[in-house]
């Protein structure tokens, strides 16, 4: 087993300093590291390599992969704008296990269900571990400890700073693009398999040594808009099919109907009303989940009741946002990526549904990033601690099970709202010590649960402001007490000292560490 | 060898219960397999709480096997002592903590504009119902409960009473009919059931059968709070007897009609226009006014169909119900809303209670408002109208001060 030198970093947890043969930075405190240097870049092409008519079609992905020199030990990139219905990661390492290629690093934006295939190939030691998230199967195959090397999560922000900063070096970025041409200009917004926008595909198409596109609807140049520049592409495939439409729309994106979210959803907007935030020209970006998209169905009302608009909202774009939109409840959607066809059909037609990536949104070293500019965020959490710390990557039985997503980026937002239940079947939300810290108490702003509303004490304007509201406000302590009653104090979970995975801040430090499971 | 007893619910999507099975052995000892989605967290507690239970019924050797989905412990408790007591035959009931937050009484006159039908069986719907903030929530041990489950969910609905936090909403269960329903009261009134609804009531005398039963707990447990009854007419031969019904205790607060039932009695269908009920909404409503207490009215089983619902209550409204039952939490604020006066009639109302507080003030014994006078029948109506619209959040308490303060 590894011996792994720890030191504690600035959130309290115990952090390696070396994984997978790299040195790491311990987390120092929110906006203390600086980075120094110059930015990572892929190396320097020449069209005299490159055919002058542009076309670059290549008869396979087999072929691609051949002749952009796959080898051991390479990082291998792929995007998740498919969501649950991806089926080019599958290829790439089918067709690396059939070359005997070994100790492959795995750098999707996320991974899904449908990719826990991949188990056989982390078990046979075609993929050495993975950067980026661990869901379901994989989480669960990584927390026992069964990958070879240690998982890396980090947010869609972190993801781009990464591979900006040189962090990761992508070896081959394998691009799936609902329309292309020969020469590697790609959009997502068309296509049979249309996924709106290829926005977390943008940092490997820049920065890869190796770029190639693989599409099942080619069009005659130009392909426009090109959302990736062929100029930065390699070689392009076409193949039967790169994705299943139906699942790329994910289940998450449906207003819930479960009465218990719809109170969460009620009381947050209630919350925001008596705080002010929904005025006229105010930001907003609600995620995937169906308690948030609710949340923005009664922006919505609330808009129209007093006559306002929003400048904007941050997407995951959605049914309900493009409605928004076109009834002119918002200026622009800003969208990073797109969950429903809804969402694609106006990013295609309505100028003001705007394209954005981690790049614009999301990316930490960069000259500013439009998450810090949002009037709210409303996101979920698996676990808050009494210190507002939140867990987003693993559930309280110490199990690995999401990912970041773009949660930890958005926390930089004017007011970071966490509406969830106070527990879940028998499991408090509410704990003295998360199991895996992904985001620091002090950017979390409010939390909102069926039986009362805590408010960060740093939020003095915010506790000013909802001194006479008819909501439950109450202290994290007081709502940690009253799941406790009614669950019972629940015991921890038993970790062996083993580093499976760490979890990234969105500047590269360690925030935490996901330890092996003692089962 | 021992038959093998079981409790609780388990399969597909199966929430916040559990599935225990028991036999009882020889010389085993106890033991205990259980399987958990919470296991890591509270498989000790869990095994802790058998050990105590059955220790508690004196039992030492048995094999319990349990498939908990994140169950509380309150239907833990419920579903090992429902398996154990088909097996042994005790008096001893295994009692779990009686909340403070539980122990207190509701008023006769109190607003019962809602009330949640909850399934007495389903653990999952009944654990946040009270943060919905309806009027009333029935553990229905009747019709949403399956005859095969019957019996355990009296243990379910008993341990919740004590031990489910029902943030102030007036506790009310759904016995069976009588005379099955007699039997579901020993496992409710000590725990401080606030409130019983007696379906598909039809003569005076069972009413009387349900009240005689109760006090007879009542006195084995030194119990001298009031229980209230709501009967629930629910077939032709009750609409015809609402007014004996009404008036055959004093514990009766309000009264209910059930359609379903009755309109299948009729032989009818139930529509959207209620033409078919309007006879037995209006002899429920005026068995109820004649008796003093609350007519109320029938679910709306359509819980996607909001508009539908606020029309519903609208002309409920009109023929003179106080207030309905409702089978989802989204349904609750429509029908508070609607129930609740509007701003016209509030508007309405304030204006005639001001007139009749200034002609009190003056010593004037004609009430007048501009050229019209004012019958005493109608003070006394915009004077309740202006008490719901209290009670229902549309206006303060204070109005009269404000809005002086404001002149």
């Given at each position: 087993?590894?011996?792994?030198?720890?030191?504690?970093?600035?959130?309290?947890?115990?952090?390696?300093?070396?994984?997978?043969?790299?040195?790491?930075?311990?987390?120092?405190?929110?906006?203390?590291?600086?980075?120094?240097?110059?930015?990572?870049?892929?190396?320097?092409?020449?069209?005299?390599?490159?055919?002058?008519?542009?076309?670059?079609?290549?008869?396979?992905?087999?072929?691609?992969?051949?002749?952009?020199?796959?080898?051991?030990?390479?990082?291998?990139?792929?995007?998740?704008?498919?969501?649950?219905?991806?089926?080019?990661?599958?290829?790439?390492?089918?067709?690396?296990?059939?070359?005997?290629?070994k100790d492959l690093v795995w750098f999707p934006s996320a991974s899904f269900e449908c990719h826990s295939t991949l188990i056989k190939y982390l078990e046979d030691g075609t993929i050495h571990h993975i950067e980026g998230s661990m869901n379901g199967a994989l989480g669960k195959f990584t927390t026992e400890g069964k990958m070879k090397g240690v998982g890396v999560l980090r947010s869609h922000g972190g993801r781009y700073q990464a591979v900006q900063d040189g962090d990761v070096h992508i070896d081959i970025a394998v691009i799936a693009a609902p329309t292309a041409d020969t020469f590697g200009n790609a959009t997502g917004d068309r296509g049979p398999t249309a996924c709106g926008l290829l926005g977390f595909a943008l940092a490997d198409s820049q920065y890869a040594d190796k770029v190639i596109i693989v599409s099942d609807n080619l069009v005659p140049f130009p392909?426009?808009?090109?959302?990736?520049?062929?100029?930065?592409?390699?070689?392009?495939?076409?193949?039967?099919?790169?994705?299943?439409?139906?699942?790329?729309?994910?289940?998450?994106?449906?207003?819930?109907?479960?009465?218990?979210?719809?109170?969460?959803?009620?009381?947050?907007?209630?919350?925001?009303?008596?705080?002010?935030?929904?005025?006229?020209?105010?930001?907003?970006?609600?995620?995937?989940g169906g308690t948030a998209l609710s949340i923005g169905t009664y922006f919505a009302d609330a808009c129209r009741e007093k006559g306002i608009k929003a400048r904007f909202a941050r997407g995951g774009s959605n049914k309900y946002l493009v409605k928004m939109l076109e009834e002119g409840l918002t200026d622009y959607i800003l969208d990073g990526q797109t969950f429903d066809l809804e969402g694609v059909r106006s990013m295609r037609e309505n100028p003001g549904h705007l394209n954005t990536s981690p790049f614009t949104s999301y990316n930490y070293h960069g000259k500013g990033n439009f998450s810090s500019m949002v009037d709210v965020v409303i996101l979920g959490a698996t676990e808050v601690d009494v210190n507002y710390n939140a867990n987003v990557v693993s559930h309280s039985d110490g199990y690995l099970l999401h990912g970041i997503g773009g949660w930890q980026n958005?926390?930089?937002?004017?007011?970071?709202?966490?509406?969830?239940?106070?527990?879940?079947?028998?499991?408090?939300?509410?704990?003295?010590?998360?199991?895996?810290?992904?985001?620091?108490?002090?950017?979390?702003?409010?939390?909102?649960?069926?039986?009362?509303?805590?408010?960060?004490?740093?939020?003095?304007?915010?506790?000013?402001?909802?001194?006479?509201?008819?909501?439950?406000?109450?202290?994290?302590?007081?709502?940690?007490?009253?799941?406790?009653?009614?669950?019972?104090?629940?015991?921890?979970?038993?970790?062996?000292?083993?580093?499976?995975?760490?979890?990234?801040?969105?500047?590269?430090?360690?925030?935490?560490?996901?330890?092996?499971?003692?089962? | 060898?021992?038959?093998?007893?079981?409790?609780?619910?388990?399969?597909?999507?199966?929430?916040?219960?559990?599935?225990?099975?028991?036999?009882?052995?020889?010389?085993?000892?106890?033991?205990?397999?259980?399987?958990?989605?919470?296991?890591?967290?509270?498989?000790?507690?869990?095994?802790?709480?058998?050990?105590?239970?059955?220790?508690?019924?004196?039992?030492?050797?048995?094999?319990?096997?349990?498939?908990?989905?994140?169950?509380?412990?309150?239907?833990?408790?419920?579903?090992?002592?429902?398996?154990?007591?088909?097996?042994?035959?005790?008096?001893?009931?295994?009692?779990?903590?009686?909340?403070?937050?539980?122990?207190?009484?509701?008023?006769?006159?109190?607003?019962?504009?809602?009330?949640?039908?909850?399934?007495?069986?389903?653990?999952?719907?009944?654990?946040?119902?009270?943060?919905?903030?309806?009027?009333?929530?029935?553990?229905?041990?009747?019709?949403?409960?399956?005859?095969?489950?019957?019996?355990?969910?009296?243990?379910?609905?008993?341990?919740?009473?004590?031990?489910?936090?029902?943030?102030?909403?007036?506790?009310?269960?759904?016995?069976?009919?009588?005379?099955?329903?007699?039997?579901?009261?020993?496992?409710?009134?000590?725990?401080?059931?606030?409130?019983?609804?007696?379906?598909?009531?039809?003569?005076?005398?069972?009413?009387?059968?349900?009240?005689?039963?109760?006090?007879?707990?009542?006195?084995?447990?030194?119990?001298?709070?009031?229980?209230?009854?709501?009967?629930?007419?629910?077939?032709?031969?009750?609409?015809?007897?609402?007014?004996?019904?009404?008036?055959?205790?004093?514990?009766?607060?309000?009264?209910?009609?059930?359609?379903?039932?009755?309109?299948?009695?009729?032989?009818?269908?139930?529509?959207?226009?209620?033409?078919?009920?309007?006879?037995?909404?209006?002899?429920?409503?005026?068995?109820?006014?004649?008796?003093?207490?609350?007519?109320?009215?029938?679910?709306?089983?359509?819980?996607?169909?909001?508009?539908?619902?606020?029309?519903?209550?609208?002309?409920?409204?009109?023929?003179?119900?106080?207030?309905?039952?409702?089978?989802?939490?989204?349904?609750?604020?429509?029908?508070?809303?609607?129930?609740?006066?509007?701003?016209?009639?509030?508007?309405?109302?304030?204006?005639?209670?001001?007139?009749?507080?200034?002609?009190?003030?003056?010593?004037?014994?004609?009430?007048?408002?501009?050229?019209?006078?004012?019958?005493?029948?109608?003070?006394?109506?915009?004077?309740?109208?202006?008490?719901?619209?209290?009670?229902?959040?549309?206006?303060?308490?204070?109005?009269?001060?404000?809005?002086?303060?404001?002149?």
């Amino acid at each position: 087993m590894t011996k792994y030198n720890l030191v504690k970093n600035a959130a309290g947890r115990m952090v390696p300093t070396e994984i997978n043969g790299k040195t790491l930075v311990p987390f120092m405190g929110i906006g203390n590291y600086r980075p120094t240097g110059r930015k990572y870049a892929p190396p320097i092409a020449t069209c005299a390599d490159y055919p002058s008519d542009g076309n670059k079609l290549i008869p396979s992905l087999k072929e691609a992969l051949i002749k952009s020199g796959l080898k051991n030990g390479m990082t291998i990139s792929t995007h998740h704008h498919f969501r649950n219905g991806d089926l080019v990661a599958q290829q790439i390492f089918d067709i690396a296990f059939e070359l005997d290629i070994k100790d492959l690093v795995w750098f999707p934006s996320a991974s899904f269900e449908c990719h826990s295939t991949l188990i056989k190939y982390l078990e046979d030691g075609t993929i050495h571990h993975i950067e980026g998230s661990m869901n379901g199967a994989l989480g669960k195959f990584t927390t026992e400890g069964k990958m070879k090397g240690v998982g890396v999560l980090r947010s869609h922000g972190g993801r781009y700073q990464a591979v900006q900063d040189g962090d990761v070096h992508i070896d081959i970025a394998v691009i799936a693009a609902p329309t292309a041409d020969t020469f590697g200009n790609a959009t997502g917004d068309r296509g049979p398999t249309a996924c709106g926008l290829l926005g977390f595909a943008l940092a490997d198409s820049q920065y890869a040594d190796k770029v190639i596109i693989v599409s099942d609807n080619l069009v005659p140049f130009p392909c426009v808009p090109w959302q990736i520049h062929g100029n930065n592409v390699d070689y392009v495939v076409n193949i039967d099919k790169i994705g299943i439409p139906e699942k790329i729309v994910s289940g998450t994106t449906e207003i819930t109907k479960s009465p218990d979210r719809l109170l969460l959803a009620e009381m947050t907007a209630q919350f925001c009303e008596e705080a002010g935030i929904v005025k006229d020209g105010f930001s907003f970006q609600a995620g995937a989940g169906g308690t948030a998209l609710s949340i923005g169905t009664y922006f919505a009302d609330a808009c129209r009741e007093k006559g306002i608009k929003a400048r904007f909202a941050r997407g995951g774009s959605n049914k309900y946002l493009v409605k928004m939109l076109e009834e002119g409840l918002t200026d622009y959607i800003l969208d990073g990526q797109t969950f429903d066809l809804e969402g694609v059909r106006s990013m295609r037609e309505n100028p003001g549904h705007l394209n954005t990536s981690p790049f614009t949104s999301y990316n930490y070293h960069g000259k500013g990033n439009f998450s810090s500019m949002v009037d709210v965020v409303i996101l979920g959490a698996t676990e808050v601690d009494v210190n507002y710390n939140a867990n987003v990557v693993s559930h309280s039985d110490g199990y690995l099970l999401h990912g970041i997503g773009g949660w930890q980026n958005c926390l930089f937002s004017k007011c970071t709202i966490l509406p969830i239940p106070l527990f879940r079947d028998r499991i408090p939300v509410i704990k003295d010590e998360v199991t895996t810290i992904c985001g620091p108490g002090e950017l979390i702003d409010v939390i909102v649960t069926e039986r009362g509303i805590a408010i960060n004490p740093l939020r003095k304007d915010l506790i000013e402001k909802l001194k006479n509201s008819t909501l439950p406000i109450k202290t994290i302590e007081q709502l940690k007490e009253e799941g406790e009653k009614i669950c019972g104090v629940p015991d921890k979970p038993k970790f062996t000292d083993e580093v499976v995975a760490i979890v990234k801040w969105v500047d590269g430090t360690v925030i935490d560490t996901v330890w092996k499971i003692d089962k | 060898m021992d038959k093998i007893a079981s409790a609780g619910n388990k399969g597909k999507g199966i929430r916040s219960d559990c599935f225990v099975s028991i036999e009882i052995t020889k010389n085993s000892g106890l033991e205990i397999q259980l399987e958990s989605k919470v296991k890591v967290l509270y498989g000790e507690s869990i095994k802790k709480l058998v050990h105590e239970i059955f220790s508690f019924f004196g039992i030492t050797n048995a094999k319990v096997i349990i498939e908990d989905f994140g169950a509380l412990p309150f239907v833990l408790a419920a579903r090992i002592e429902a398996a154990i007591k088909q097996l042994i035959n005790t008096e001893k009931e295994f009692l779990t903590a009686f909340l403070e937050e539980n122990k207190y009484q509701t008023t006769r006159e109190r607003n019962r504009i809602s009330r949640l039908y909850l399934p007495g069986n389903t653990p999952p719907l009944m654990i946040n119902a009270g943060v919905h903030k309806p009027d009333g929530i029935i553990l229905d041990l009747e019709d949403a409960v399956a005859p095969a489950k019957k019996g355990e969910a009296r243990f379910l609905v008993r341990n919740a009473l004590r031990s489910l936090d029902f943030y102030g909403v007036e506790r009310m269960v759904r016995i069976n009919q009588v005379p099955k329903g007699l039997e579901d009261l020993d496992y409710i009134i000590p725990h401080n059931v606030n409130l019983i609804l007696i379906p598909k009531a039809e003569s005076a005398d069972q009413i009387i059968q349900v009240e005689n039963k109760i006090k007879e707990i009542q006195n084995k447990k030194g119990i001298n709070h009031p229980v209230w009854y709501m009967p629930i007419i629910e077939s032709s031969l009750g609409v015809l007897k609402s007014l004996e019904i009404a008036q055959s205790s004093k514990n009766i607060v309000a009264m209910a009609i059930g359609l379903e039932d009755y309109t299948a009695d009729l032989g009818t269908k139930r529509t959207l226009e209620a033409t078919e009920s309007f006879f037995a909404r209006c002899q429920v409503v005026n068995a109820c006014r004649a008796a003093g207490i609350q007519p109320i009215d029938s679910v709306f089983s359509d819980v996607a169909d909001m508009e539908g619902l606020k029309q519903n209550v609208l002309k409920s409204k009109s023929i003179g119900f106080d207030g309905m039952g409702c089978i989802h939490p989204r349904q609750i604020k429509v029908i508070h809303d609607n129930y609740a006066p509007d701003n016209d009639e509030i508007e309405k109302a304030k204006k005639i209670v001001n007139a009749f507080i200034e002609a009190t003030e003056k010593g004037l014994g004609v009430v007048s408002l501009g050229t019209k006078m004012i019958d005493p029948p109608v003070v006394k109506r915009a004077q309740k109208l202006i008490d719901l619209a209290i009670n229902t959040g549309k206006l303060s308490k204070n109005w009269r001060e404000i809005e002086n303060d404001k002149v």
